[in-house]
Nanobody, 126 residues
Framework: VQLQACGGGLVQAGGFLRLSCAAS????????MGWFRQAPGKEREFVAA???????YYADSVKGRFTISRDNAKNTVYLQMNSLKPEDTAVYYC?????????????????????WGQGTLVTVSS
């Protein structure tokens, strides 16, 4: 599976962006998809995950502001980011994990993911 993320950019605080991640391969629908982010000088952190059924799980820092979704027919996962804050500034990565568990909250660790996109930069100005 190859992943291509896009949609990052510069936005003012309070604004919104939608990230997309297109996947190649016929088995996309069987993968759990996740979004992670990494700010300068910080470790990569979990943002959101969605399993094949559409069940999702979010980091507390983005809950209520971000929404992860997937379109299995288009082999694409999205991250709608609303009410953006300067602390959301980071490179955002999409990732794919083989379906091992049915609940999305198991998929918060980067080590579970076998495939990673190249990252897209999100900058939120104050």
């Amino acid at each position: 599976v190859q992943l291509q993320a896009c949609g990052g950019g510069l936005v003012q605080a309070g604004g919104f962006l939608r990230l997309s991640c297109a996947a190649s391969g016929r088995t996309f629908s069987s993968y759990t998809m996740g979004w992670f982010r990494q700010a300068p000088g910080k470790e990569r952190e979990f943002v959101a995950a969605i399993v094949w059924s559409g069940s999702a799980y979010y980091a507390d820092s983005v809950k209520g502001r971000f929404t992860i979704s997937r379109d299995n027919a288009k082999n694409t996962v999205y991250l709608q980011m609303n009410s953006l804050k300067p602390e959301d500034t980071a490179v955002y990565y999409c990732a794919g994990a083989p379906q091992r568990y049915s609940a999305a909250y198991y998929y918060t660790q980067p080590s579970l993911y076998d495939y990673w996109g190249q990252g897209t930069l999100v900058t939120v100005s104050s």
